[in-house]
């Protein structure tokens, strides 16, 4: 059974921390993704990486970046955090073998999500 | 830019009734369209995708409606039930395998006992 975990349910800062959100995912995918999602605004991605060491940005990367040192975990980071980032943070990851899954390719898999409150 | 556009933003239905929820996207290079459910306090999970080279797909329940010259898919719920109440997001991707999905700003369905 696929298995995406976050290191976090729930996550409290204050406003200039430094926060890291891990993510884990057992089913050696290649590709790996960050998203946020808040109320009316859907799902919008962050970064995504398609290998190990690379990263691309998405639509919203302005204050966080990424770190995927191994193939397994990726790592968001808010270098000083913002209340403009309390947020829903959702990983996810995906397969490039267009066979292995159902929806081929392009299906993702998602963690639980970490709720961040910055105060 | 919003390139994937969903509608209605809430749907209220009773049980056994038939929602509809419509996805109207601009991009014509995308060649994947799935819908993602959601339920509280979990990650969305994927419900059921087609590809542009057919018209309709259905999985039990579960019916997706595609029409290419319109830029338009649809997901239909037949005979549904209090637990198909979630939040149901659309999206689409180009081809590639490190193709990345744009999402729909995501409906809440209720569907009343």
Known sequence: DVKVTQSSRYLVKRTGEKVFLECVQDMDHENMFWYRQDPGLGLRLIYFSYDVKMKEKGDIPEGYSVSREKKERFSLILESASTNQTSMYLCASSSIDRAAFRGGYNEQFFGPGTRLTVL | ?113
């Not at chain 2, 059921?48 to 259905?58: L, Q, Y």
């Not at chain 2, 109440?85 to 729909?104: E, M, P, V």
């Open chain 2, 1 to 113: 830019q919003q390139q994937v556009k969903q509608s209605p933003q809430s749907l209220i239905v009773q049980k056994g009734g038939i929602p509809i929820i419509n996805c109207a996207y601009e991009n014509t290079a995308f060649d994947y369209f799935p819908w993602y459910q959601q339920f509280p306090g979990k990650g969305p999970a994927l419900l059921i995708a087609i590809r542009p080279d057919v018209s309709e797909k259905k999985e039990g329940r579960f019916t997706i409606s595609f029409n290419k010259s319109a830029k338009q898919f649809s997901l239909h719920i037949m005979d549904s039930q209090p637990g198909d109440s979630a939040t149901y997001f659309c999206a689409a991707s180009r081809g590639g395998a490190n193709s990345k999905l744009t999402f729909g700003k995501g409906i809440t369905l209720s569907v009343r006992p």
